[in-house]
């Protein structure tokens, strides 16, 4: 495979609901879009850093300059094997991997296409149809949250995750289990948490959550090996969780007992699935949580949450529940039993619209 050309574009697209969690609001995201021309072929890859630097180190801007200062110059004109070899090429680069994840997973798209195979099977998945949950950010009142979760559940999702964070936890919780005694539920804290916190957490445990995600710090690993200790309810980490080793220690130390596997934070497909593979031979239970992606980044999760390991419902909804009008062809969509069946047609198995796309591009930049 000759790498032949990249071409980054930023699109705005406002979100038919703004999405709040312990860290920010978000109304319109500025998401950068790379297409990489490889033997001729497109491949497509969506970067999932967020406007600002308050979920991960890295941002939109951040990604822009290493995607085209750094990582791009590492691949111009290689002669590849497969995608598989694209993360040991970008590796002298520290971290960054929301940017790595954005050309490594079009590259992957690209040779799924010339191979004349979906994404999903070139991966070594095994789902032809993949469970869905939905994220819920804070709201203002808890009729409004009541209101949302009880819409969600009607179109099908099999699990309802609520962003929580200091003064919108408890009560949201005890509201949730009253009106829906049922539900799988889940809470996500986004790191809003410290130790002192914990007469709270162990509150939390009183509620059967399918589990707590990253209640604390970011770079916490120490502090959720001795929340988990103390709680029945399984932690899940997210924002801890960067690389494979990251994975290990965590499953070594006993910090969690689920990790939320996300495509951009961990780097790409090749890390995603060496963290999955990991956590099956641990029995770690993984989900592949959601970045407010359009359509593109959508798509890539799509074909990694057919991995055996998997097995619990992850954050990748309908295309509708984000945008008014999503980027790719057709959008993504739902079954009434909360389900996405998976596409059968090559690469990501979505073709996005190069109208739609040019109409919502703020800057864009080909290189070769
Ligand atoms: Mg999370």
């Known amino acids: 495979m000759h790498i032949h050309s990249l071409t980054l574009r930023e699109i705005h697209l406002p979100l038919v609901t703004p999405f709040e969690t312990s860290v920010d609001r978000v109304t319109e995201r500025r998401i950068i879009l790379a297409e990489v021309n490889v033997d001729g072929v497109s491949g497509w890859g969506e970067c999932t850093a967020g406007e600002n630097p308050f979920y991960s180190p890295e941002d939109t801007e951040t990604c822009w300059h290493i995607l085209k200062d750094y990582l791009w110059p590492m691949l111009k004109g290689r002669e590849l094997i497969s995608a598989a070899c694209v993360w040991p090429l970008l590796e002298p680069v520290r971290g960054h991997n929301m940017a790595k994840a954005t050309i490594e997973t079009a590259i992957w798209d690209a040779e799924a296409r010339l191979k004349n195979r979906p994404l999903w099977k070139l991966l070594g998945g095994e789902r032809t149809e993949i469970p869905c949950g939905v994220s819920i950010g804070i709201k203002d009142s808890l009729d409004e949250l009541a209101a949302t979760v009880q819409r969600e559940l009607a179109s099908g999702y099999q699990r309802v995750k609520i962003k929580i964070k200091p003064g919108k936890d408890l009560e949201a919780v005890q509201r949730l289990r009253q009106d829906f005694p049922r539900v799988k539920l889940t809470v996500d804290a986004n790191s809003a948490y410290r130790k002192d916190d914990w007469p709270l957490l162990k509150q939390l445990d009183g509620f059967y959550l399918m ?50 596997i996300k495509l951009g934070r961990v780097g790409g497909h090749l890390q995603a699935k060496r963290i999955h593979d990991l956590c099956r031979r641990h029995e770690i239970p993984v989900w592949c949580g959601g970045m407010l992606e359009s359509g593109i980044g959508r798509a890539q999760n799509i074909a990694l949450s057919t991995l055996a390991n998997f097995s619990l419902p992850g954050d990748v909804t309908a295309s509708k529940r984000y945008w ?38 703020a800057r864009h930049t080909h290189l070769i």
């Open 211 to 260: 589990m707590i995600e990253q209640p604390l710090g970011w770079d916490d690993l120490f502090g959720h090996v001795e929340v988990q200790k103390n709680l029945q309810t399984p932690i899940c980490l997210d924002e801890c969780i960067h690389t494979y080793e990251h994975a290990e220690a965590a499953i070594a130390l006993g910090a969690c007992k689920i990790i939320n």
């Open 324 to 361: 008014q009008e999503d980027i790719i062809d057709p959008e993504v969509t739902v079954t009434p039993h909360g389900t996405i069946h998976v596409p059968t047609t090559p690469g990501i198995g979505f073709t996005p619209r190069l109208d739609r796309i040019a109409s919502l591009t």
